[in-house]
C-alpha cells in the first residue's frame, strides 16, 4: 500500500531533550516536507527536500533540522524543544511539484513540550 | 499577507443537505492549483478535489464540487448530500508557479453533520 508513514503518533516531552520525528515514504517520491498545523493557523511548511541532499527551509524553519540521506526518509529533528513548538506535525511527499501533484500525508505527530 | 483566507471557522448543516465552504485566496502567478483537503477528527489528511487556473470547467468528485470563480478569486467547495462522516475540518490550500515548492493552506472549516 502506498503511504507515508510517521513515528510516532503521540509524543509529550520536556523542553530541552531532543528528538527525532521520522518520516518515511515507499512511492519513490523525489518531493518531501514537513508542515506544523495550530488552530487558527492552518499548516504552515516547515522544511522541504526536493531530492537526496536537498533541502531547504519553509516559512517556519526556527528551531527545527532535517535531513535527506534516502530518498524515501527525512526526519525531522527538534535539537532543543520549546513549548511553542507544541503542535500536529504532519510530513507530506509528492512524485513532482507540477502544479495538479497532490500532496500525501503521514498520519500526523501530536507533539507536546512540557 | 494571508494567501488562502477561509473565513467561516465553523458551520452546521442539516444531513443530506447541501453545504458551501468559502475559500478566496490571493496570488499574482497566472498559473496556480487550487486543493481541498478534508481532516476528520482522526487527523488524517484526505485529498478531495482539485481545480487548475487554467481549467475550463469547475472541477467535480462525487459529492465533492469546486465552484472556481476565477476574476473573484474564489474556489468554494460544494458537498451534495451532507452525511454524517462529512463532519471534519476542511482545509482549502494553493500551489503557486511562483512557489511550487509548497501548498500554502487556511485557516480551515470545521463541518458539523446533524442527523
Known amino acids: 500500500e502506498a503511504q507515508v508513514t510517521q513515528n510516532p503518533r503521540y509524543l509529550i516531552t520536556v523542553t530541552g531533550k531532543k528528538l527525532t520525528v521520522t518520516c518515511s515514504q515507499n512511492m519513490n517520491h523525489e518531493y518531501m516536507s514537513w508542515y506544523r498545523q495550530d488552530p487558527g493557523l492552518g499548516l504552515r511548511q516547515i522544511y522541504y527536500s526536493m531530492n537526496v541532499e536537498v533541502t531547504d527551509k519553509g516559512d517556519v524553519p526556527e528551531g527545527y533540522k532535517v535531513s535527506r540521506k534516502e530518498k524515501r526518509n527525512f526526519p525531522l529533528i527538534l535539537e532543543s524543544p520549546s513549548p511553542n513548538q507544541t503542535s500536529l506535525y504532519f510530513c507530506a511527499s509528492s512524485l513532482s511539484r507540477s502544479l495538479g501533484e497532490k500532496l500525501f500525508f503521514g498520519s500526523g505527530t501530536q507533539l507536546s513540550v512540557l | 499577507a494571508q494567501k488562502i483566507t477561509q473565513t467561516q471557522p465553523g458551520m452546521f448543516v442539516q444531513e443530506k443537505e447541501a453545504v458551501t465552504l468559502d475559500c478566496t485566496y490571493d496570488?499574482?502567478?497566472?498559473?496556480?492549483?487550487l486543493f481541498w483537503y478534508k481532516q476528520p477528527s482522526s487527523g488524517e489528511m484526505i485529498f478531495l478535489i482539485y481545480q487548475g487556473s487554467y481549467d475550463q470547467q469547475n472541477a467535480t468528485e462525487g459529492r465533492y464540487s469546486l465552484n472556481f470563480q476565477k476574476a473573484r478569486k474564489s474556489a468554494n467547495l460544494v458537498i451534495s448530500a451532507s452525511q454524517l462522516g462529512d463532519s471534519a475540518m476542511y482545509f482549502c490550500?494553493?500551489?503557486?508557479?511562483?512557489?511550487?515548492?509548497?501548498?500554502?493552506f487556511g485557516a480551515g472549516t470545521t463541518v458539523t453533520v446533524r442527523a
Open positions: 496570488t499574482s502567478d497566472p498559473s496556480y492549483g
Open positions: 490550500a494553493m500551489r503557486e508557479t511562483s512557489n511550487d515548492y509548497k501548498l500554502s
